[in-house]
């Protein structure tokens, strides 16, 4: 009989490999609370996007729309372009997936972000289905989602006194960096992660924040272009067809 995600032994290995990112979650869900308040969005608002949208990236990208009454499609066009990153993810997800049901997927890509997908790309290297796979990222995702929502609600609820400058969203980004770097294994994805940077920064200046489809773009388009004209080796003579 097989167990249920919460008591397999991978449920608590991806709880485990989460809690080591988890302060930079909670920092980011803390700094976008603060923000949302100080903004001037009303609490229920601040309180019903914090809980919904659950992407600090799209959140902060939106509020200033939001506060000075920009059109709704210039708000769903924006958050749209920022987390345009997690069509790539759904790309590599898929082959992990494709044996549940469209429900349980779509709940899946739902739950999931960034961190989400590094460390379970890093336990799961090979795309090839398996049954703990699912327990694992479900016990990455009670621990993203709890710090995420605990420390959002209290960066809500003393907006008025932890003030912006403090820079804690800066940890998230560490955290987040941290665990790329990790991944960078073959000259391929070295290069592609410098020009992402690169290609991020010239593009900077681009509105709805598109230097990071930018920079998405430019990475597959390295990787691939390396990938190919790396040179693989020969097979023997018995084994060439």
Known sequence: MSLPPWRHPEFRRGATDMLSVAPGIAAWGLVTGVAMIQSGLPF??????SLVVFAASAQLAVLPLLISGAPLWVVWA??????????????????????????????????????SFVLFMRRFPEPVPAPEQLPYVWGGIAVNAGSWHVASIAGLLLAG????????????????????????????????????????VAAYALPLKLNIVVAIAAAVTAGLLVDRHTARPALPADDRT
Do not use: E, K
């Open 78 to 115: 924006t958050a749209a372009c920022v987390n345009l990153r997690f069509v790539i993810f759904s790309a590599q997800w898929r082959p992990y997936w494709r044996p549940y049901p469209r429900a349980r997927r779509a709940l899946l890509s739902y739950l999931t972000a960034d961190l």
């Open 161 to 200: 006194s932890i003030p912006l400058h403090w820079g804690l969203g800066f940890a998230g980004t560490l955290a987040l960096l941290g665990l790329t770097c990790s991944l960078l294994v073959d000259r391929a994805s070295w290069i592609a992660a410098g020009v992402a940077g690169a290609a991020a």
């Open 44 to 49: 229920g608002l601040a309180l019903f996007m």
